[in-house]
């Protein structure tokens, strides 16, 4: 039997958010608590993230560690995925909202949508 691997994941973090709130005392914090301290966890492992890219042109470039760079992007997923359960999505409705917004988003780069500015038939500077 195959195992859904993002619901998986789903469980994986809700059971390591629910472990993490008993031990740390924080049944108190709101979801939009929540949602705000994932966000800005998001954004705190991307900085760390961009520095394993060796991004910084005022320094000597160095080698990517490879390894490194994936912890960090796991990372980055740890919190989306919380980020998602506070905001009320199961791994179910990330991927339906997921794929009816890659539709719209090849719609709109193909000229397909009503929202303006997208289409690269209209690009005329050619970047």
Known sequence: MRVDKLNRI???QKELDSDIIALRKLESISSQEWIQK???AIVAELGELLNETSFKWWK???EINIAALQEEI?????FFISLCIHAGLNADSL???YAAKNIENFDRQHGRSDKPGYSAM???AGY
């Open 95 to 97: 991927f339906e909202l």
């Open 122 to 124: 209209d690009n005329e």
């Open 10 to 12: 789903f469980a994986m």
């Open 74 to 78: 796991v990372d980055v997923l740890h």
């Open 38 to 40: 994932d966000v800005l």
């Open 60 to 62: 000597n470039p160095k």
